[in-house]
Structure formats: structure tokens, C-alpha cells
């Protein structure tokens, strides 16, 4: 699958050999961007050291996973678990935020899910942008990361096939 948008952000199907500079946009992309809603220490807990490259591999295993990039630099990914309608990641590189990356990575696999809805437990930084993308407040939630208490929400949209 590639998508493109402009001519120039494509969308592609995750590889292995994506695994590390994927792990490093995610924590840099946390400590960047999400500082506004998080404290160091909460920063710390979500994402305290860059993933392990294989660890990280196996978690996009069996998901409908892609990679945005412009003229090879990848920009962003986003993965779903399509059956469930479960959407666990999306992360646009700290410094291309703003420019459409995330609704096209989003917008792909909100087509790619086979289920009737599709949901996630976004940040605080994150529900303004699912929000605008049809997404309904489910509940707020406290979670738990290396004794660590973390704020967010579960949203979700329903999808019209």
C-alpha cells in the first residue's frame, strides 16, 4: 500500500529495518512534544529510554502498521490492530507536527480497520487532534507506568462502511 498526499508524504507498510528509527522518533517525539502536558518524571515513565530495536519490532507483529516518509526521511507511523479496532500508536516526529502527517497516517488505518469502530487511549497532548477527527470521549483514565501515574482518555469513532 502507498498512499500519497501532495506528491510528496507517502504512506507505507512497516518493515523490520524500520524498528530502530521508529523507536527513536517515539521517545524523542514524547519528550518533545508531550512535555506541555506531562512532567519530566511522568516523561520518564512513558518512554525512559529508546525501545529496544527487536523488542519494538515484535510489537507491530501482526498489525496493519505504516510509516510516513518524504524522499526516504520518515516522518511519522501509526499502528492498529485491525480486527479489534484497536489504534495503539501514532506519532508524527516532533518537528513535523502540524503539516497533515498524523490525519493521513490516521485516516489510512481508519480504513484498514475491520471492525465497526475504532478506538484508542490517547495522552492529554493527543485527544485535541482526535477529537477533530470525529473521535468521542469515552472516559478519562489514570494509568500506571513504572510506579508512575499517567492521564489519559479513552476515545473512539464509529465507522461507517
Keep these: 500500500m502507498t498512499i500519497t498526499q501532495n506528491s510528496m508524504v ?18 524523542e517525539t514524547v519528550h518533545t512534544v508531550n ?3 506531562y512532567s519530566p518524571k511522568q516523561l520518564a515513565a512513558w518512554a525512559g529510554a529508546v525501545p529496544d530495536p527487536e523488542k519494538w ?11 510516513a516518509q518524504q524522499e526516504g526521511e520518515i ?3 501509526g499502528d492498529l490492530d485491525a480486527a479489534r479496532g484497536y489504534l495503539d500508536r501514532l506519532y508524527v516526529r516532533w518537528d513535523q507536527q502540524g503539516r497533515g502527517i498524523g490525519s493521513l497516517i490516521c485516516g ?5 480497520c475491520q471492525a465497526p469502530k475504532v478506538y ?4 492529554l497532548t493527543a485527544q485535541p487532534f482526535f477529537s477533530g477527527r470525529g473521535y ?9 507506568r513504572n510506579g508512575v501515574w499517567l492521564d489519559n482518555a479513552r476515545m473512539e469513532k464509529m465507522l461507517h462502511k
Excluded: M, W
Design 120 to 123: 484508542t487511549y490517547a495522552s
Design 108 to 112: 489510512a488505518l481508519e480504513k484498514g
Design 35 to 37: 512535555q506541555q502536558d
Design 136 to 144: 468521542r470521549l469515552v472516559y478519562r483514565q489514570k494509568v500506571e
Design 57 to 67: 519490532h515484535r510489537s507491530f507483529e501482526g498489525r496493519l502498521a505504516l510509516v
Design 10 to 27: 507517502t504512506l507505507r507498510p512497516y518493515r523490520q529495518d524500520d524498528s530502530l528509527i521508529l523507536a527513536r522518533l517515539f521517545y
Design 75 to 77: 516522518l511519522g507511523f
